[in-house]
């Protein structure tokens, strides 16, 4: 059975640092591109970073370039997201999801046909 479970979410202050996890099972991990997306309460979910099946291309969305990094460990089937210079606005519920694509990636959401439960990230002093 697909599943993707996010974790490492929790309440930071501004500045601070997360790392969040995406634990993989049900398919072959090097398969596929993975991206991480957030929906804060009232907006729409939106991309976040995504990374290849080889993990050779990464993408990110122009707000966490420099502060956010994407990496994978496909022999430990995880997908993780460090998180840097943490700011309020980042506050939102992060979701992993696997993408349709295997070479390169995109954070556009209808690439992804499965999809994490989410894990809460609120920063806040």
């Known amino acids: 059975q697909l599943q993707l479970v996010e974790s490492g979410g929790g309440l930071v202050q501004p500045g601070g640092s997360l790392r969040l996890s995406c634990s993989i099972s049900g398919f072959t991990l090097d398969y596929y591109a993975i991206g991480w997306f957030r929906q804060a309460p009232g907006k729409e979910r939106e991309g976040v970073s995504c990374i290849s099946n080889s993990g050779g291309i990464t993408n990110y969305a122009d707000s966490v370039k420099g502060r956010f990094t994407i990496s994978r460990d496909n022999a430990k089937n995880t997908v993780y997201l460090q998180m840097n210079s943490l700011k309020p606005e980042d506050t939102a519920v992060y979701y992993c999801?696997?993408?349709?694509?295997?070479?390169?990636?995109?954070?556009?959401?209808?690439?992804?046909?499965?999809w994490g439960q989410g894990t809460q990230v609120t920063v806040s002093s």
């Open positions: 999801a696997k993408s349709i694509l295997r070479l390169g990636c995109t954070t556009v959401l209808t690439w992804y046909d499965s």
